[in-house]
């Protein structure tokens, strides 16, 4: 069994910055392609980030170069460093490991 776990969410005024991170507990566990999605206050799921075993990465087309997904293999850690925070980027956002073991979600609120 694998625990995904998020942390780093809260609030934050239009314009300004977030990171989160993901913890996965398991030692040894595999390179997978790790996964950043977000969810809309009608519950609507959106994929926001991802960045595969080479370090090759994906964004949401309404990223627009906002955010940065990284990760650290030794520490079992990969982030989401999030700029320039609109007020549609508010929701739950939660990570994934190879779409197979999911966190349970943080919460981003960005408003004024």
């Known amino acids: 069994h694998v625990r995904i776990e998020e942390s780093g969410g809260g609030s934050v005024q239009p314009g300004g910055s977030l990171r989160l991170a993901c913890f996965y507990s398991?030692?040894?566990?595999?390179?997978?392609?790790l996964s950043w999605h977000r969810q809309g206050p009608e519950n609507q799921r959106e994929f926001v980030a991802r960045i595969g075993e080479t370090y090759k990465t994906k964004y949401g087309d309404f990223v627009q170069g906002r955010f940065i997904i990284s990760r650290d293999n030794d520490k079992n850690m990969f982030y989401l460093q999030m700029n320039n925070l609109k007020p549609e980027d508010t929701g739950l956002y939660v990570c994934?490991?190879?779409?197979?073991?999911w966190g349970r979600g943080i919460q981003v609120t960005v408003s004024s």
């Open positions: 994934d490991a190879a779409g197979l073991y």
């Open positions: 398991r030692d040894n566990f595999p390179i997978v392609p």
